[in-house]
């Protein structure tokens, strides 16, 4: 159970916030897989994008936006950049045309075998081994699914339809 606030007169300082050393570290991890990914010719999202489908081809692209925790009109733009590069191609599903589904290309397969090399590197970076990089990992996905929650419970319930 977490403990409660300590009450404060004024704001905590910068540096005593979660949510600033969680937004920092995620820009100290965009440095570091920048000069990685620019050999590549892809962004961390489009990246994101690649590990998803490397692990599953042929995928829906509102699988992909759930698994990334990204909305369409962020990812739609992601994938047809992917897409201009020749890394993956979208076709609608022949069953259900609503349904737009993601594929690699030979090129996208083959980027794989480039990247497979990034997780060590990255790893190194930290400067962690990769047992305790695994419990950050499990304790961060454990604060995301909280936030989730709580974020989720603080919405205002949909109006009734008359």
């Given at each position: 159970m977490?403990?409660?606030?300590p009450?404060?007169?004024?704001?905590?300082p910068?540096?005593?916030?979660?949510?600033?050393a969680?937004?920092s570290t995620a820009?100290?991890?965009n440095?570091?897989?920048?000069?990685?990914?620019?050999?590549?010719h892809?962004?961390y999202?489009?990246y994101?994008?690649m590990l998803?489908?490397?692990?599953?081809?042929?995928?829906?692209?509102?699988d992909?936006?759930?698994?990334?925790?990204?909305?369409?009109?962020t990812?739609t733009?992601l994938?047809?950049?992917?897409?201009?590069?020749?890394?993956?191609?979208?076709?609608?599903?022949?069953?259900?045309?609503?349904q737009?589904?993601?594929?690699?290309?030979?090129a996208g397969?083959?980027l794989?075998d480039?990247?497979?090399?990034?997780?060590?590197?990255?790893?190194?970076a930290?400067?962690?081994?990769?047992?305790?990089?695994?419990?950050?990992?499990?304790q961060?996905t454990?604060?995301?699914?909280?936030?989730?929650?709580a974020?989720?419970?603080?919405?205002?319930a949909?109006?009734?339809?008359?």
């Amino acid at each position: 159970m977490p403990k409660s606030a300590p009450a404060f007169d004024a704001p905590l300082p910068l540096a005593d916030n979660l949510c600033f050393a969680v937004y920092s570290t995620a820009l100290a991890f965009n440095a570091v897989y920048k000069p990685i990914l620019d050999r590549l010719h892809l962004t961390y999202p489009q990246y994101l994008v690649m590990l998803v489908l490397w692990q599953q081809d042929d995928v829906p692209v509102k699988d992909i936006g759930r698994l990334l925790h990204l909305d369409s009109g962020t990812l739609t733009p992601l994938l047809k950049r992917l897409e201009a590069i020749g890394y993956l191609a979208r076709r609608r599903h022949a069953a259900d045309e609503r349904q737009l589904r993601i594929t690699l290309t030979d090129a996208g397969r083959a980027l794989a075998d480039q990247a497979r090399s990034i997780p060590q590197g990255i790893g190194a970076a930290c400067g962690l081994g990769w047992d305790e990089l695994g419990k950050l990992r499990d304790q961060l996905t454990q604060l995301r699914e909280q936030l989730d929650r709580a974020a989720e419970a603080s919405r205002p319930a949909p109006a009734a339809v008359r």
